[in-house]
């Protein structure tokens, strides 16, 4: 190297000094800390990892038949689920999606402090994946503020933590890409949900949805599996329904309104003078039901429900059952070339109407004989006649409920009136069989 020994000495120290000039200093901490790492620290502790054990039954191999004939029982094997939730009440109450606990024969809760918890199934809703759960603590637990879904604005930032893959305590941001989001998967439609770019996976279910003062403004339920970025949330203020529901009933009664909508035609639209591609036509109105009392008619056309806009029966229908017998709600109708908004106060389906129901729809009528439920008679060139059905057939079950009475009967097919089919398991001699039918 060319220079004198000074001359290295003087560059070398030249050089460690741009060195330690270039070093980053040590950030202050209270400048890093933005809104999504104040909730985080504040609301993380209130979201829980739930894992699930499911015993499920592995038939001898080669079996069927001859496993059966020869006694061999079936091996049971465990499964294991994983999932998310969030404590919405000191008390031990947990907010998570029916999907992460259905079948679930164990449930435990492992908290942010490490410890872990068996958990009971308070209630659970399939058709709106939202299931409650109740844990035990001699401690106070942590708990998250439930708050509204009714002002969320199109690209509001939002944060999301669940435990993804297994990963506990995963933190991901994002902003609310949609609402009233509808989206069909495993050939349902899902209705009213929140759409949001900020990453959500396998595990992430159950986990909340919070806007950045911390309130769940939504519980994560889905994803998309065509697309990335994109995924759903359950709003706010339909999980404050339902849960308000399973906590006290243990189940959700559904809303009943007593009115039946059809399709809209082009030509009946332009003959109403609506010019857009959505609405449904009032059909029928069932006398004093709630719609009725609302001020509803035959003949109006319906434009939205609870502020979102309905697109086919289907969707009216769904709608309908994201409220539950004691939430009212807004119908905005068009009459007369002018649009008005009416208020409708559901109640839970009359159980003497089921009756009705039962032979209007599946066409019997049905009575208990010694501990058993029979039916009694059946409608000419009904659903159940077609099939064959006859009367003195025993109904052991309907959609895998058993069947101990007539009052029983009446309950699965209210139930199940929101359905497109029932499974029934009809008793003939010493033959069971079963059968799905319209409904």
Not at 91 to 98: A, E
Not at 203 to 223: Q, Y
């Amino acid at each position: 190297m060319a220079g004198t020994l000074d001359e290295r000495r003087w560059l070398a120290a030249v050089c460690v000094g741009l060195l330690l000039a270039a070093a980053p200093g040590r950030a202050d901490p209270a400048r890093r800390r933005d809104a999504v790492v104040e909730v985080v620290e504040r609301v993380g502790p209130a979201v829980v990892y739930i894992g699930t054990e499911q015993r499920v039954e592995r038939r001898w191999r080669g079996g069927g038949p001859l496993s059966d004939f020869f006694g061999v029982p079936p091996e049971r094997d465990t499964v294991e689920g994983l999932g998310s939730g969030v404590i919405v009440d000191s008390s031990g109450l947990i907010v998570t999606n029916d999907h992460v606990i259905r079948g679930a024969s164990a449930i435990h809760v492992v908290l942010a402090d490490g410890r872990q918890l068996d958990a009971d199934v308070i209630g659970s809703d399939a058709d709106n994946d939202l299931a409650v759960l109740r844990v035990q603590s001699r401690s106070a637990l942590p708990t998250a503020r439930l708050g509204t879904s009714s002002d969320l604005m199109i690209g509001e930032r939002v944060i999301a933590i669940g435990s993804p893959f297994g990963l506990d305590k995963t933190v991901t941001t994002g902003v609310v890409s949609a609402k009233g989001r509808s989206f069909k998967a495993e050939d349902r439609i899902y209705n009213d949900f929140i759409q949001t770019d900020a990453a959500i996976n396998p595990g992430n279910s159950g986990g909340p949805l919070l806007n950045v003062d911390g309130d769940v403004i939504g519980i994560n339920t889905a994803i998309y599996a065509n697309g990335q970025g994109i995924g759903f949330a359950i709003p706010a203020d339909k999980v404050r329904r339902i849960v308000a529901e399973l906590t006290e009933f243990g189940k959700v009664r559904p809303a009943w309104v007593g009115v039946n909508v059809a399709a809209l035609s082009r030509r009946t639209a332009a003959r109403l003078g609506w010019d857009r591609k959505h609405g449904v036509m009032v059909a029928d109105i069932e006398p004093g039901s709630p719609a009725e009392k609302a001020g509803l008619k035959r003949g109006d056309l319906v434009a939205e429900v609870g502020g979102t806009r309905v697109d086919s029966a289907e969707d009216f229908d769904t709608r309908i059952r994201g409220y539950t017998a004691r939430a009212s709600f807004p119908v905005t109708l068009f009459r007369d070339g002018a649009m008005r908004t009416v208020t409708v106060s559901p109640v839970e389906f009359p159980r003497s109407l089921a009756d009705a129901l039962a032979w209007d729809r599946l066409g019997v009528r049905v009575r208990a004989v010694d501990g058993a439920l029979v039916i009694s008679s059946v409608r000419r060139g009904s659903p159940s006649d077609q099939v064959g059905l006859e009367a003195g057939d025993g109904l052991l079950r309907i959609n895998g409920q058993r069947m101990r009475d007539v009052e029983t009967f009446r309950e699965a097919l209210v139930a199940a009136r929101t359905k497109r089919s029932v499974l029934l398991l009809v008793q003939r001699g010493r033959a069971g069989y079963h059968l799905t039918l319209p409904f």
